[in-house]
């Protein structure tokens, strides 16, 4: 199965560093964007964190992606109305077709002379695809900071994960 995966995907283009798929996007907290607490929507988050995570993803394969999946996803603070958010994304590693996005949320308080506090991460996986719709193989990540490097090795690990919770899924899918 892997070998006609691979035949189907063609041939790998050449690595990229992980640095050429860094993202970093500011959103300002609005009234629409918030419960009535002043809290920010964990959905309104999560949609700033796909959007981070396309671009990252779409700069890393030059062409088009589509969100496969979310996990891991932590909302450790809240984000209040008129907080600045800074989204800060990268591609940790790539498979295939498949790259795992990281992307973080710190939060910028302009009352309080902008003090800012970590509010949200998560791991995204985009699938990069063709004119028709179909996965293509992407780059594979060179990872040469040391935070890079520790993310590259953390991805594979989720991957992992997530491959065998997938299984697993189908699994039950196909008994019930």
Sequence with gaps: ?????????GKAPEARAARLS??????????????????????????????AGA???????RGNVVTASVDDVHFVAPVRLGDIVVLRASVNRAWGSSME??????????????????????????????ARGHPRRVPAVVAKSADEKRRFAKAEGRRVRRLRLRRERLARLERA
């Design 1 to 9: 199965m892997r070998a006609m995966r691979s035949k189907r995907l």
């Design 55 to 61: 671009v990252a993803a779409h700069r890393h394969a």
């Design 22 to 51: 860094r993202v970093e996007m500011t959103e300002v907290v609005l009234p629409g964007d918030t419960n009535p607490y002043g809290s920010a929507f964990g959905g309104r988050l999560m949609q700033w964190m796909d959007i």
């Design 101 to 130: 996005v990281g992307v973080k949320i710190v939060a910028e308080n302009p009352d309080a002379r902008y003090t800012t506090r970590h509010t949200s991460t998560a791991y995204l996986t985009f699938v990069a695809i063709d």
